[in-house]
Structure formats: C-alpha cells, structure tokens
C-alpha cells in the first residue's frame, strides 16, 4: 500500500464519525461535498482520499453510508479489538482510562503499570495497577497491541525501550519529550500543555 | 514578526522543559547539542529555531539557562497569566480540570459553563459548573484568553460562533470535528481517539 499521509488518515477519521452520525440518522447516502462541508475541506480532496483505497461512489448517487463506513473501518482497522496497556497510573492515564470515549472504538485496556509502590494494587475501575515489574512477564506470550506512555518525562524513554523490547509496535506518548524508537515502532506524541502553550504563543504574537 | 512555524513553536515548549529541568538541577549553561539531542533535532536546528528571536549564546561557551528559558517564557507568552473557560462539563473537560499540570503555567480556570440542567450548579473543585445561557454576560467586560471547547461533536460551531462573538481569540477544541472560525481566532484540535485511529491505521497498513 502507497505511504498514506497523516493527515489522510485524520480526514478518514472525521468522515467515518460524519458517516455513523448519517447511520444513526438512517441517512442512506452522502456525497462528497457533504463530506467535504463537515471534514473542512473540498470535494475533490474527500474523492482523493478515498480513492487511495479503490473505487467508492456512483457519481451523481453519493457513497452508500454503509459500505463507505464499513470499508473505512476495515481500512484503519477498527474493525477489530486492539488490546492496549496503560503505563504510568499518573493523572493523565487516570483521566485517560476514566474517559471511556477513548475507548469506545475496539480499543480495549488490558492492564495498567505503574512503579510506585503507593499505587501499585490500587484499583481502577476493573484493573488493578501492576507493578511495571511484571511487564516483560506480562507481554512475552502475547504482546499487546499498543502502550499508552503517560509517565514523568525523565522516565519516558526508559520506559519505551522496554515497551519496545517487549514487542509493542503502537505507543500513544503523553510525556512531554521526544522519544527515540526503532521504524518498526510507531510513536505518536500528544501533549495538552504544550497545545495551550501554543495558543498562547498565538495570541502573544498577534499582540506583537 | 515572521509568521513562525507550529513544529518551531512545539519546539520551544520542548526546549523550555529543559531548561527547566536544568535550572531545577543547579546547571548555569546549556549546549545546542544537549537542546538537540534531548528535543530529538540537531543543533543546526536549535540555532535556527533560537535565531527567530534574536541573538543567543557565546560561541564555545553555550546558553545561559536562565537567560534562555527566562526569554522562550516572553517569546511564548508564558511570562503573564492566561485566563480559560472551559466549555463543557462532560468527562474530557473533567479530565482536563483535574489534571492541574494543564494549567501549571499561567493558564488559569476563569469559569467551567454547560448547559445540561443536571450540570449547572454542579461543583468542580473550586468552580461551580455555570449555564452556558451566562457566557455573553460573564465575558462581556473582560472576556477570557482561551476557552478549552470539550461539548459534543454536534454542539460544536455553534458553540465556538458564541465563544468567537463573545471576543475570545484562541480555543482548544476537543470536539472530533473540524471547525470554521475566523482568521483573527486561533483554533487547535485535539483528539485523543483520533490519536488511537491513527496507530491502529500504523498497525494495520504494516500487517497489510
């Protein structure tokens, strides 16, 4: 499959969500400028997209909802359960696995880690939080899919060899630092403050 | 000023966290080298980045750490406090309030609004939850700097259009939808769910 970029891959995202609204609604098709109107973005652009996974759509007819959400999910694979793992029992990850909106979509918490000792056997919701100790034991017959990484930033790249080593390829990084991993691995990195910082630095700017 | 791009200014927040490490650790100096290695970029790219703002640093001798992080706080804004509303009282703008490092540097909860009856009056922490019926009154003499957006996908423009006509010039929107503003207002998306699409897109398209 040709290299898809990143924002391709977030258009997919808000169209699946406009498409399951359309579902819900018993909507039976959409067009492209629909599509289009609500991803922010133009009809060519949306055919473009979805072009790069084969032929949607009989012009003049729209897509069918159905099989356009059907096939974007089978496409980002969210057809399927991803088991992921929650490493740092910090606020972040409590707020994380708290909101289960970020789980809504196959994706599944297996366990949850942490190396502090007043934390450790704590309960959370249906986990009790491991102590990362066990991590490698854990994973070895059957790695998980991705490590959520919302440890302390002096932590993070510690923590993410040993993600690695034991086999994870996926990591969502909270910790505010850039982190080195091998090309197998895919790392992705969000961190609110530094939004919020980025807003200020817009609106410092516009000042100026 | 020239227009500076988004990846410089994520930069400069990785930058200043650690020059904050280091000033924490009692070092007066910091290298180009050390800023590249520890931002994952080279230290062409960290003179670059610092050039925009005028003249850092003695050859040989690298960055005052606290001449340098001092500066990156001015430049970004974050010498003086920011006051935020947030908008949306469901479970990521709890998540959000809870998790005070978001507001750890000047960015200050002014209010927390929504509209759902059984919402309002409601206390989080130290705020109480108000009718978002309040917002053009509360913010008519004083509007706030940013207001954090977390309210469903569906309520979103329409909340943002309040929020523009209320004269806030910056928003962190949590809806999964693309929002129109106008161009005098800074919006920037976050979605944490669209960050896990993204990963199991990674991990789908390598099995592929």
């Known amino acids: 499959m040709k290299r898809i970029a990143d924002s391709t891959v977030r258009r997919l995202s808000l169209y699946l969500r406009f498409l399951e ?5 018993g ?41 356009l959400s ?25 707020a994380l696995a ?14 949850v880690y942490d190396s502090s000792p007043e934390k450790i056997g704590r309960s959370w919701d249906s986990h009790t939080i491991r102590d990362i100790r066990n991590l490698e034991r854990d994973t070895a017959a059957n790695p998980p899919d991705i490590a959520v990484l919302t440890v302390p930033a002096e932590a993070a790249q510690a923590t993410l060899d040993r993600i690695v080593a034991a086999g994870i390829k996926a990591v969502l990084n909270f910790a505010p ?15 609110m403050a530094m939004e919020l910082e980025a807003l200020s630095f817009a609106l410092t700017s516009r000042e100026g």
């Open 27 to 67: 909507l039976e098709t959409i067009s492209s400028d629909e599509l289009a109107r609500r991803g922010g973005t133009t009809s060519a652009q949306v055919r473009k997209d979805l072009s790069f996974f084969g032929s949607f759509g009989k012009r003049g007819l729209g897509y069918s909802v159905a099989e």
């Open 177 to 191: 630092v850039q982190l080195q991993a091998p090309a197998d691995v895919t790392v992705r990195t969000v961190n």
């Open 21 to 25: 609204d359309f579902e819900q609604r």
């Open 98 to 111: 708290q909101y289960r909106g970020f789980f809504q979509r196959g994706f599944h918490i297996a366990a």
């Open 70 to 94: 059907s096939r974007i999910r089978e496409i980002m694979g969210l057809a399927r359960e991803w088991r992921v793992i929650i490493v740092g029992a910090g606020k972040i990850g409590a």
